[in-house]
């Protein structure tokens, strides 16, 4: 058995970065980004959090924490790689704005796939991977994947949504899969990491993020602080878990932290957060002037962002 999975186990995770990011370009509302996008303080905030308080914070951790050099790597990993791509059903449940949801999402994709290259060698002392070894995936399973289903929701919003839910079913049945393939191959890291500092650094980790950005979100209205503090307190796995396995021989306890983070990181996380936020931070009579998924918004619009 585990050599059908060790066999299995590239295709499942291509599948996953890659459907997972095809129904992200066939459900972003491009136009509403462009809105948001003009807003160069949140974008540049936002870049702040992803690629320079969020890994900066990761090291500071495994500084402080002894955790050991394998899930030490793993944490760095994840650091790079912010905003997971279900981050539209959160938002569903938390309120905000879609516009500024839209825009973290393209600020934080397109900052994994230029930043990590070049961040990954730098933080990680001695991984030997470089940098194309790492971009080539990034550029094939996140760029390319959302740029056609962009595409496509470019030349037939209608097909595009009749496409959409097709892939999600296709990329949910996967993430399933993926998870019996890493949590049987990694079983005994991931197992091992129980008892130890590394879960409990973990969600350190994401809940420092989220309470971080914000409180520290001076100036920023609720509409925009949603989609921050959820894009920052949430990992795309893929990007991290590709990376992790671009070297041959790589420390097998990285693997699990990003096995540990697909569960983690990209849905306790990000769905406690949400249910925070709607609970005691958002207005309670707030605008829904672009909300697509909130219960007074048009059928049609709910229906492109409920995303699970």
Request: contains cysteine; neutral net charge.
């Given at each position: 058995m585990e050599q059908i999975l060790q066999k299995i186990q590239p295709a499942v995770i291509i599948i996953f970065m890659a459907g997972n990011l095809l129904e992200v370009g066939l459900r972003l509302q491009v136009s509403e980004a462009r809105r948001a996008i003009r807003d160069v303080r949140f974008v540049l905030v936002s870049l702040l959090w992803c690629f320079v308080l969020g890994p900066a914070l990761a090291v500071l951790l495994t500084k402080i924490i002894p955790l050991d050099e394998p899930y030490a790597l793993g944490l760095l990993l994840l650091a790079l790689s912010p905003c997971s791509p279900a981050l539209p059903a959160m938002?569903?449940?938390?309120?905000?704005?879609?516009?500024?949801?839209?825009?973290?999402?393209?600020?934080a994709f397109?900052?994994?796939?230029?930043?990590?290259?070049?961040?990954?060698?730098?933080?990680?002392?001695?991984?030997?991977?470089?940098?194309?070894?790492?971009?080539?995936?990034?550029?094939?399973?996140?760029v390319v994947p959302l740029i056609i289903g962009l595409i496509i929701r470019r030349f037939?919003?209608?097909?595009?949504?009749?496409?959409?839910?097709?892939?999600?079913?296709?990329?949910?049945?996967?993430?399933?899969?993926?998870?019996?393939?890493?949590?049987?191959?990694?079983?005994?890291?991931?197992?091992?990491?129980?008892g130890t500092y590394a879960i409990g650094t973990?969600?350190?980790?994401?809940?420092?993020?989220?309470?971080?950005?914000?409180?520290?979100?001076?100036?920023?209205?609720?509409?925009?602080?949603?989609?921050?503090v959820l894009g920052t307190c949430t990992r795309n796995v893929g990007p991290a878990l590709t990376t992790s396995l671009a070297v041959v021989g790589?420390?097998?306890?990285?693997?699990?932290?990003?096995?540990?983070?697909?569960?983690?990181?990209?849905?306790?996380?990000?769905?406690?957060?949400?249910?925070?936020?709607?609970?005691f931070?958002?207005?309670?009579?707030?605008?829904?002037?672009?909300?697509?998924?909130?219960?007074?918004?048009?059928?049609?619009?709910?229906?492109?962002?409920?995303?699970s």
């Open positions: 938002m569903r449940r938390s309120g905000g704005s879609l516009a500024y949801m839209s825009a973290f999402m393209m600020v397109a900052g994994t796939v230029v930043l990590m290259p070049i961040m990954v060698p730098w933080l990680a002392t001695g991984f030997t991977a470089d940098a194309w070894t790492i971009a080539k995936p990034l550029l094939f399973f996140i037939s919003e209608t097909f595009a949504e009749k496409l959409a839910p097709i892939v999600r079913k296709v990329a949910g049945l996967d993430t399933l899969l993926l998870g019996v393939v890493l949590l049987w191959l990694y079983r005994a890291e991931i197992f091992g990491a129980v973990e969600l350190l980790y994401y809940a420092v993020l989220g309470v971080a950005a914000y409180f520290l979100g001076f100036g920023f209205s609720y509409d925009q602080k949603a989609p921050m790589a420390p097998r306890g990285a693997i699990a932290m990003c096995a540990v983070a697909s569960f983690l990181g990209a849905i306790l996380s990000g769905y406690t957060a949400a249910a925070v936020l709607k609970r931070c958002a207005p309670p009579a707030a605008s829904t002037s672009d909300r697509g998924y909130t219960e007074d918004a048009h059928p049609h619009e709910r229906s492109n962002y409920e995303w």
